[in-house]
């Protein structure tokens, strides 16, 4: 049998949301002998600098650390990196750009994923805190897919972040999970036809089954990719190409 690839994690943003992500690659994982599952180098760092404040107040970026990190990975011996954070996709291009393997992007794998199930033209509802949004995470890679965006705006948007914080501060009650589902249900009352639980701290509280609308949760989605990959189910993306880039 040959060797699974070796991936490597750029986590930290928050701990728990990391600790998710590998739980969901070992539950896909097909079950056998341990030495034929999947490694997996992480590089949990909660010291990254707040994504939503770097894209929203200008506070400082998160890129050169996870640029550092995802260099650190590839050289203990990642053949591909991914991140367990959607909104720090918005630095993708800076983390790219520091290696030489390739990067697989939740925000795709999360595409794709909402892209099988939804009809064409579909409205899709996006459970992502503010900088995912203002970034435009998203609505772009939807979009080229042929699909709308209904995103929490107002008090909706207001009543999310509040949520995260307490989600990352270790609230994963009752509570949290009606108070998620409650803004999933606002979503869906305004047209969305799908949801995209967009942000790592959803999946906490919010699972697929508990929304009237079908739920794609991108933890889930970004660890299936991390199987299929690391057991070369399906070829890797090429890595990063100043050629086909340009200068940044």
């Known amino acids: 049998m040959v060797a ?6 750029l986590g930290g943003m928050g701990p728990a949301a990391t600790i998710d992500l590998m739980t969901q690659v070992l539950r896909l994982t097909p079950k056998g002998r341990e030495q034929d599952g999947v490694r997996l180098i992480v590089d949990s760092n909660p010291g990254i600098p707040d994504r939503n404040d770097a894209i929203l107040r200008s506070g400082p970026s998160p ?21 367990a954070c959607n909104t720090a996709h918005a630095f993708q291009f800076d983390i790219e750009r520091a290696l030489g393997v390739p990067f697989v992007s939740m925000i795709e794998e999360a595409g794709s994923a909402v892209q099988a199930i939804a009809p064409p033209g579909a409205a899709v509802g996006l459970l992502a805190g503010e900088g995912c949004l203002e970034a435009g995470l998203y609505q772009a890679e939807l979009g080229r897919r042929g699909l709308t965006c209904v995103t929490p705006e107002g008090k909706a948007r207001t009543k999310f972040m509040a949520l995260l914080y307490d989600i990352k501060a270790g609230d994963v009650g009752a509570s949290s999970a009606q ?37 794609i949760d991108a933890t889930e989605a970004l ?12 070829p890797l993306p090429p890595p990063f190409s100043w050629t086909s880039v340009g200068d940044a």
């Open 4 to 9: 699974p690839l070796n991936v490597g994690v």
């Open 63 to 83: 890129a050169p650390v996870l640029a550092a990190m995802a260099q650190g990975l590839e050289a203990a011996g990642a053949n591909f990196v991914v991140m």
């Open 179 to 215: 108070r998620m589902a409650a803004l999933a249900a606002e979503l869906e009352a305004q047209g969305a036809e799908a949801l995209i639980a967009a942000c790592t701290e959803v999946p906490l509280v919010l699972r697929p089954g508990t929304t009237k609308a079908p739920l």
């Open 223 to 234: 660890a299936t990719a991390i199987v299929d990959y690391a057991l070369r189910r399906r």
